[in-house]
């Protein structure tokens, strides 16, 4: 599910913002603080297109794909995180 929604957002990023490509990357596994866990890169011809395509498609992985993470604290114990509601209406009326 997650791997079919991913590649729509791409589509959809790709279509709206006309780029030449995209790559986007969700490590996995432990990711100590600090660390990156996502990577995003767009081209385009204009470069105002690409930005506001990464900025969709950062909002996209995270209001759309069921990502969970687990938080670990210093004393072991832990607890899961769900991803924060994020309006997409925002990247609605872009291009």
């Known amino acids: 599910m997650a791997r079919k929604e991913w ?3 791409v589509s959809e990023a790709r279509s709206k913002y006309h ?4 790559v986007m990357h969700h490590r996995v596994g432990e990711v100590a603080v600090g660390q990156t866990s996502v990577i995003i890169a767009a081209a ?14 950062i909002d996209s992985l995270k209001a759309r794909l069921p ?3 687990r938080e670990l604290l210093d004393d072991g114990s832990g607890t ?5 509601a994020i309006d997409l209406s925002i990247h609605r009326d872009q291009r």
Do not use: P
Not at 19 to 22: A, K, N, P, S, Y
Not at 51 to 56: N, P, S
């Open 7 to 9: 590649y729509n957002i």
């Open 19 to 22: 780029l030449l490509g995209t």
């Open 44 to 57: 385009s011809a204009h470069r105002a297109d690409a930005i506001a395509a990464v900025h969709f498609l």
């Open 67 to 69: 990502i969970w993470k």
């Open 80 to 84: 899961w995180k769900q991803n924060e």
